[in-house]
């Protein structure tokens, strides 16, 4: 069974799709007012790059009138094996929009789930081994020898096309490092909690009910996993609240024209996209595309996974079945 999405705060929203475009419509509706050259900076402010030679071969896109983009939240965290710092993906959401336009499907990949990972080329132009691990740390592989996130992004990439068989159009790496300084151009991120929520490790507790969160515990919520059998829902579930949270919060200081160019600055330098996706244009295109997706037609869940032996696996033949749908085209 598929574990939906379906929180009270959710529904204040035409659809779920438009929280993940919601903060670049954002972007470029703040663009119109300051006039090319802001735009200009903004546009540079993304790194933008050319990933198909990292990839190679790519499974066969039956349907080229669909979109498949790849979501990618980063932050810098601590290798447990070497005790290193490196850049590491908590976040892998893949957006599908149908060819037609009539719906689409979000899919969050569990962080901890073990897959099959290629042989990727790493950031010192080396290749990697192939090896069974978990999926965030395709990114670090291939972001290992620098902060490089293009690398990062082709091995998450590659990992997504060899274990589904779905042809990634696009992808969009969100550096999450990023969101303590767009949280603090705002002043604090006004947010409605369902439930209290709880980090210990960090020590971070916060009531139910409408809250003001510092840049800290903003990053904190965002990022906390627990160890609760639902634990990639509940996370799914806060980052899109967040998305929600920080989009109203933009539009309500639209009149602060210092606080807005604050966090378009910071928003704009967190993103790396790939070349093909045509920079604020392409961000965008895609605003207009989900925008156009009828209310109630997308479904958006945590892909399923079952617990053996302490590991985390895809839960089969389910996983399968949605990648076979989604490679037609089918409705999930």
């Known amino acids: 069974m598929l574990l939906s999405v379906t929180m009270g705060w959710l529904r204040r929203h035409r659809t779920l799709i438009a929280l993940l475009a919601g903060v670049p419509v954002l972007m470029l509706v703040g663009l119109g007012a300051t006039g090319y ?16 030679a990292l990839i190679g071969p790519q499974p066969a896109d039956l349907h080229p009138q669909a979109e498949n983009i790849l979501f990618i939240g980063t932050h810098i965290g601590t290798d447990g094996e070497t005790g290193l710092q490196r850049y590491q993906s908590g976040t892998l959401i893949l957006l599908h929009v149908a060819a037609n336009r009539k719906w689409a499907s979000v899919i969050g990949f569990p962080p901890d789930s073990t897959v099959h990972i290629p042989s ?6 080396l290749p ?3 090896t069974e691990a978990t999926i965030n740390d395709a990114f670090a592989i291939g972001s290992l020898h620098g902060d490089k996130h293009a690398y990062g992004a082709a091995c998450a990439v590659k990992t997504i096309e060899a274990d589904t068989g779905l042809n990634v159009n696009h992808f969009i790496v969100f550096d999450g490092n990023s969101f303590r300084s767009m949280v603090a151009a705002l002043g ?3 947010i409605y909690l369902p439930t209290a929520f709880s980090d210990p490790q960090n020590e ?8 003001v969160l510092t840049p800290t515990e903003a990053t904190d919520y965002v990022r906390y996993l627990s160890g609760s ?18 989009g109203d919060q933009v539009k309500s200081e639209f009149m602060n024209p210092m606080a807005i160019y604050r966090f378009l600055d910071a928003f704009t330098r967190s993103l790396t996209i790939d070349s093909q996706f045509g920079g604020v244009t392409g961000l965008y295109d895609l605003w207009q595309t989900v925008k156009g997706v009828p209310s109630g037609s997308t479904s958006v869940f945590a892909l399923p996974t079952y617990q053996s032996g302490g590991v ?7 996983d399968d079945r949605i990648f076979a749908a989604l490679r037609n085209d089918v409705r999930v």
């Not at 050259?37 to 198909?52: G, K, L, P, S, V």
């Not at 799914?236 to 949270?245: D, E, H, S, V």
């Not at 985390?312 to 389910?318: D, F, G, M, V």
């Open 312 to 318: 985390q696996l895809w839960s089969q033949p389910e």
């Open 188 to 190: 604090g991120l006004h």
């Open 120 to 125: 990727c080329t790493m950031s010192d132009g």
């Open 204 to 211: 971070v507790y916060l009531p139910a009910g409408h809250d």
């Open 37 to 52: 050259a802001m735009m200009r900076h903004f546009n540079n402010n993304i790194e933008q790059a050319n990933i198909t």
């Open 229 to 246: 059998a639902v634990r990639d829902d509940d996370r799914l579930a806060r980052q899109l609240a967040f998305a929600a949270a920080l």
């Open 128 to 130: 990697s081994l192939p």
